[in-house]
């Protein structure tokens, strides 16, 4: 994969524009373009037509007001269930 090609993260099926690429400790890096950087083995080629089909939303940076209110109360329950007692002794 080169610069300027498309990919597709194998896991999500997020495509993006290749903009950098490295290798750090013998591991391929890849950034695509919404800013996130892969593993070059966890990525596969897309095409520009594939990359043009996704939404604008999925290549947006940064999160909504209301995603961070609904990460923030997952993250509330999760950190009450965790500090909760098998036997209600509380």
Do not use: C, P
Request: hydrophobic share 30%; aromatic share 8%.
């Amino acid at each position: 994969m080169e610069i300027g090609d498309f990919a597709r993260y194998k896991n999500t099926g997020t495509i993006g524009k290749v903009v950098d690429k490295y290798v750090e400790s013998g591991v391929e890096w890849i950034e695509l373009d919404n800013q996130l950087v892969y593993r070059s083995d966890f990525l596969e080629n897309s095409s520009e037509n594939e990359y043009k089909a996704t939404s604008v939303k999925d290549r947006a940076t940064g999160l909504s007001l209301e995603q961070i209110e609904q990460m923030k109360d997952e993250l509330m329950k999760a950190e009450r269930h965790a500090f909760a007692t098998g036997g209600g002794g509380g």
